[in-house]
């Protein structure tokens, strides 16, 4: 870890009305600013800004192939810019505002910016429920496209200064919001017709999705990339990441779960939606800890347990 902490507190800024107005002004004349949902924080502009949006990619040092997300704030946005069906419909009154990132055909006359798309004819559209994002999409009329608000490849910010320690000076206004409740990125689903796919394992189970629509058609695993962004190694420490570490060897800082405690325990209860939003600070804190090796305990692969595991799984590839 940087001992210069200089950059924090000079970009983060307690959420308030004062600050949803400078972002607005911000956003609207093409900059950045990083901003809470309930998953993780994301670093938004304006999807139909080219400039603004080619400035996300520069400050993730993220591969212009890999396509990112448009927040809306409803379903009404949400058809302006992708065509819905009936499937999509459902899933969208089921689910949002929540935690579930919809992949549908491009509008006609979606205002979008290619870039955003990396050049699909589809688009990524979700309605967050965060507050502060709630607020910053209402007050600045935008669509706003935002990924993780982390440098590519590395770990997902579900703070302030996971942010800041992340992208320093090229995240120049940070709404701080307080930690991430979910803190687990959204659930990826893909429609294909009457079908579905699930691109990105989240919040929203697959139990939950079949619920609304029956059985998912497919859960795209790691060898096929369809969400640009499912790349092996994603999540990434700087160190060596072991899985499945029932102990830690003298070397590993050990993350625990359950009654595996470990150096610090993700749910001791063995809650896996609490083990979830406690995931990303995990990783961060192991990597700033003096050990030279990480270890993680077991996670059961049920429920969100699969989105932990997808994480944990991409985090112990080496890039
Ligand atoms: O929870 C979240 O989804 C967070 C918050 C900020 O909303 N955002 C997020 O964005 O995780 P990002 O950029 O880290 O991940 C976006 C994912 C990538 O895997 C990307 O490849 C995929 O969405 N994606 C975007 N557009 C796509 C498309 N048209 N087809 C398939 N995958 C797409
Ligand atoms: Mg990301």
């Known amino acids: 870890m940087s001992g210069s902490n200089d950059h924090i507190g000079a970009a983060s800024r307690r959420y308030g009305k004062a600050t949803i107005d400078e972002a607005v002004a911000r956003l609207c004349g093409g900059g950045l600013v990083a901003v809470p949902t309930e998953t993780v924080y994301g670093l938004a502009a304006d999807s139909t800004n080219a400039a603004a949006v080619a400035e996300i990619y520069r400050a993730k040092g993220r591969p212009d192939f890999n396509p990112l997300i448009v927040h809306v704030p409803d379903l009404e946005a949400a058809r302006k810019l992708g065509e819905f069906n009936e499937l999509a419909a459902h899933f969208a009154d089921a689910f949002w505002p929540g935690p579930l990132t919809l992949v549908v055909p491009k509008t006609k006359n979606c205002p979008v910016v290619a870039a955003v798309t990396a050049g699909l004819d589809t688009i990524a559209l979700r309605v967050p429920a965060h507050p502060v994002m709630r607020e910053l999409l209402g007050a600045s009329g935008l669509f706003l496209a935002a990924p993780s608000a982390n440098r590519s490849g590395a770990i997902s910010p579900t703070t302030a200064d996971h942010v800041s320690r992340s992208l320093g000076k090229a995240a120049p ?14 659930t990826i ?6 079908n579905y796919r699930i691109l990105r394992p989240g919040p929203v189970t697959v139990v939950e999705l ?6 998912v058609a497919n859960i795209v695993d790691d060898n096929k ?26 070397d590993e800082y050990h993350i625990g779960f359950g009654v595996v405690a470990g150096d610090m325990n993700m749910s001791e209860g063995s809650d896996l939606a609490e083990a979830a939003s406690r995931l990303f600070a995990a990783l961060h804190q192991a990597d700033a800890s003096e050990k030279p090796k990480i270890a993680v305990a077991p996670v059961p692969d049920t ?12 985090a112990a590839t080496p890039k």
């Open 173 to 186: 206004l940070i709404l701080d919001g307080g930690p991430c409740e979910r803190g687990i990125e959204s």
């Open 189 to 194: 689903v893909a429609i294909d017709g009457a």
């Open 210 to 215: 079949e619920e609304i629509a029956g059985k």
């Open 225 to 250: 990339i369809e969400a640009p962004g499912q790349l092996a190694s994603h999540y990434a420490p700087s160190k060596p990441v072991r899985l499945d570490a029932h102990s830690a060897l003298a």
């Open 303 to 314: 429920g969100i347990g699969l989105a932990l595991n997808d994480r944990l799984r991409r």
